[in-house]
DNA sequence: ATCGGCTCGCGCAA
DNA sequence: TGCGCGAAGCCGAT
């Protein structure tokens, strides 16, 4: 079978990956990277594929246990933003099911009980989810097709390979965003005899324990999950955030940046609701910085993790970096830092340690501070492979956007010069850029940032 | 305060 | 084949 006609919008963003027998049960949407009701191009594919087959429409999401090393805080976030959806979802008569298990399994398999006609994912290029989608398409017997319904450019059509610097992506992205970057569609309800047959939402008894994710504390207070603090903070990003970011967003001693990447890792936010609403105000310093890291930078993560198949290990690194880091293997390291000192943050540092204490006890760290952050652990590494390993670790249990090309193409570019250039030689980097306090210091005021998050840290706010 | 050099590879012009 | 230029820097010279 081929797709069922879908309107123009959706289904040039959306490919079948295999083909298949077509039963007379329902269409699927498996959601799993885009966590949301509103403004989801994977849905509407869906949706419209349902009544253009005249077929009820079933939205499954499959919780994984121990993915990536999530924590407690992430399945929180998770299991809130889930419940809110499927509010969402069942006013517009659209019945969301939770499975449990290895999700291409155990979506694959459901589907097949169901008789699908059709199953509709969203794109997600994360090395783990990667795998996921290749035991889909082994154990689903009807056609899949996925719709990239994060990025505002597909993902394959903005590039057909890995690039090499955020200069030749933006060349391909940038003249295409024209066409690209639209309003998005309101979904329409579905008949209230869509609902029919359908299992209640709810979540498995004992969810989260049973999924023995490591506990990272108590729940996050100063954020709120879902679709609709996700678009509050939007809201209040565009009336007081936008027009300082230009001047503001590298100061971590400031509040000046946008704030929306937990909700953007989540999918409760579109990317490309946020960059219509900027792409709407008048062109600024500051909105074509915003734009430019919301789209290009984001997006050429998800390109690095699409093409590159060893993304988010030490061998999906430049050759350059890796060959400069191993000549510089033996060079003494000013000190070396294991990493349960690293994670209690009780390095010489304070710079850093107000870095990671920033993310430890609120899951999100300041964006500048992540470089210097990562580029230190490198520094006080018995390895560059180790160095890797670890921030990665770290970032993926503590960040609420961590398990996320992004991150991983973040601690590629900070740890092995991803998408950067060469620059001055010296011990352990090699040509690797350096950063240092000193620059720090020239840049903002130190000691504002680590005063703010000592006083964050112990209000736990 | 500001500026240039550092260093590698891509992609475009010729 | 040559040449311009790049995700957030550092450092020394002026």
């Excluded at 253009?52 to 121990?66: D, G, K, N, T």
């Excluded at 992430?74 to 298990?101: C, D, M, W």
């Excluded at 990317?271 to 919301?294: C, D, M, N, W």
Aim: aromatic residues 10%.
């Amino acid at each position: 079978m081929t797709l069922p006609h879908l309107p123009r919008d959706i289904s040039r963003r959306t490919r079948l990956l295999k083909d298949g027998h077509s039963g007379n049960g329902p269409v699927i949407y498996w959601m799993s990277r885009d966590q949301r009701a509103a403004d989801n191009w994977a849905l509407l594919a869906a949706a419209h594929a349902a009544s253009a087959l005249s077929r009820p429409l079933r939205v499954f999401f499959c919780l994984a246990p121990a993915f990536s090393g999530a924590s407690s805080r992430h399945y929180g976030f998770l299991a809130e933003g889930l419940r809110q959806v499927a509010g969402s979802l069942a006013a517009k008569n659209i019945p969301l099911e939770i499975l449990t298990g290895k999700p291409g399994i155990t979506a694959g398999k459901r589907a097949h009980s169901m008789n699908a006609a059709l199953i509709v994912t969203d794109f997600d290029p994360y090395p783990e989810k990667r795998s996921w989608k290749t035991e889909l398409l082994k154990t689903a017997s009807c056609p899949v097709a996925e719709t990239d319904a994060h990025n505002i450019v597909p993902s394959w059509i903005a590039s057909p390979k890995k690039e090499y610097s955020a200069a030749t992506f933006r060349r391909k992205v940038s003249p295409l965003l024209p066409e690209w970057l639209t309003d998005i569609p309101e979904i329409e309800p579905m008949p209230p005899m869509n609902m029919e047959g359908a299992a209640p939402f709810a979540f498995p008894g004992t969810f989260p324990a049973s999924l023995s994710a490591p506990d990272t504390g108590d729940p996050l207070e100063w954020i709120t999950p879902g679709e609709h603090a996700a678009s509050e903070r939007l809201r209040i990003f565009l009336r007081e955030g936008l027009e300082r970011y230009g001047q503001e967003r590298n100061d971590p001693g400031l509040d000046g940046l946008s704030g929306l990447s937990p909700w953007l890792h989540f999918g409760h936010l579109s990317a490309q609701r946020a960059a219509f609403a900027v792409s709407a105000t008048p062109e600024t310093e500051s909105s074509k910085a915003f734009l430019e890291e919301l789209i290009i930078r984001r997006e050429l993560a998800d390109n690095f993790c699409h093409f590159e198949e060893a993304a988010g290990t030490y061998g999906g690194l430049p050759e350059w970096s890796r060959k400069t880091l191993d000549a510089h293997r033996k060079d003494s390291r000013p000190v070396l830092y294991d990493i349960h000192t690293l994670e209690k943050a009780r390095t010489s540092d304070p710079l850093w340690n107000a870095a990671q204490r920033e993310m430890t006890s609120r899951g999100k760290m300041h964006g500048w501070a992540r470089m210097y952050w990562a580029k230190k652990i490198l520094e006080w590494s018995p390895s560059p492979e180790e160095a890797f390993i670890t921030a990665l670790f770290l970032n993926d249990r503590y960040e609420l956007d961590g398990r996320d090309p992004n991150g991983i193409a973040g601690i590629s570019w900070a740890i092995g010069g991803l998408h950067d250039r060469p620059w001055p030689e010296r011990p352990v980097f090699g040509t690797v850029r350096y950063m240092n306090y000193g620059g720090a210091a020239r840049k903002f005021n130190v000691k504002h940032y680590i005063q703010k998050i000592d006083s964050l840290v112990s209000t736990n706010l």
